[in-house]
């Protein structure tokens, strides 16, 4: 699957050892492998990444606000990227927030 270049991602920094039950739940939500979430944590890369245009926005951006949710009942850190052509700038969830009312209003 070809990941979008215009997105919105949550990445978990320093690589921190995630457990399996917690790789599982993360896995229902955002329907990456185990292996694959490893691999992402481990390398400092997005654990889930959500279209902001298209019919792929219907479906992701609740997922990543799932994992999101997941992630911060378990206290774990995350980082929120936004993707404009590719490229990848952190933002605050505050930004996240703005960037997908944003995004919701133009699908209305």
């Known amino acids: ?3 979008p270049a215009n997105a919105l991602s949550i990445t978990v920094p320093g690589a921190p050892f995630l457990p399996k039950d917690v790789l599982m739940a993360l896995y229902r939500i955002t329907g990456r492998s ?3 979430l490893r691999h992402a944590v481990a390398g400092g890369e997005p654990v889930y990444r959500a279209a902001l245009f298209g019919s792929d926005h219907l479906d992701g951006v609740p997922r990543l606000e799932k994992a999101l949710a997941y992630l ?5 850190p995350v980082l929120v990227h936004e993707w404009v052509d590719g490229e990848r700038e952190e933002i605050s969830r ?3 927030r703005g960037i ?3 995004a919701g209003d133009t699908h209305a």
């Open 1 to 3: 699957m070809t990941e």
């Open 34 to 36: 185990t292996v694959e």
């Open 72 to 76: 911060d009942t378990l206290g774990v």
């Open 94 to 96: 505050e930004a996240m």
């Open 100 to 102: 997908l009312e944003g």
